[in-house]
Structures are given as structure tokens and as C-alpha cells.
């Protein structure tokens, strides 16, 4: 599975901010005392941990939705009718389903691999390849 530029890019970030960090607190230990060392490492965890604190809460309120799977569809309302995959050969799609239709049992479950999620009801689902309508 392949990572996203951003969280490469936080990985990136945190080991050029934590090597230097880190050899600054050794050289603290071993040039001056313990206890300058002990001091100084404890105000860096301090700072570390709000830092912390700060990226949680931002991940917690953020406005980001799931990523569905690859060849999924997901609706915040009614699918009339989806379909996935290759060289499927279908007829004419069944009507659509009225609004009032009850909400499916995924609830908003985020769909995988050529998965049909909705909030409101799915009229016809279609997945896989080579599907053909009798």
C-alpha cells in the first residue's frame, strides 16, 4: 500500500526536527551535567507532548471523510443504480429508487474494493467483471 505525500512529508519532517533534537540533548549530557541534561529533556517531552495534544485535536475535528476502495461508490443519498467493474453488458436500468426509501444497514460504513455504500436506499448494486443481464 502506498503512502500519501503528506504523511511522507510529516515523516520527513520529524526526523530532521528529532535528529538534531536528539544529538543536542547528548551533548548536553556529556559536555555539561545530568542534571542541565535531565532539565533540558524534560522542557523538549513537555513541548513534544503539547505538540501532540495539539496535531490529536486537529485530527479529531477535521472535516476529512474515509477514503472508500478502489472502484466503490458512496452516496449521502439514494443510488439508483451503481456499477463496477469491466465489459459488463447490461439492460435498461431499473427505476430509480424514491427518495422515502429506507436507509440501508451500512449506515455510513465506508465501502471497499468495488463496494456500494449509501444513506439512503440502493436500487441496484452491479460489481465485478463480464456481468450480463438476462
Known sequence: MAMPGTARAWIVVTAVVAGPASAALVL?????DLDTAGQAASVAGA??????LVVSVIAL???GS????ARSVQSGGVIGRAVTGD???????????????????????????RGVSASGG?????????NEDA
Open 28 to 32: 548536553v549530557a556529556v559536555l555539561a
Open 122 to 130: 440502493i436500487g441496484q448494486a452491479v460489481t465485478g467483471d463480464e
Open 61 to 63: 475535528f477535521r472535516n
Open 87 to 113: 465489459r459488463n453488458r447490461l439492460g435498461p436500468a431499473t427505476p430509480p429508487v424514491p427518495p422515502s426509501a429506507p436507509a440501508s444497514p451500512s449506515g455510513n460504513a465506508v465501502p471497499s474494493e
Open 47 to 52: 513541548v513534544v507532548g503539547l505538540l501532540a
Open 66 to 69: 474515509p477514503t472508500a476502495g
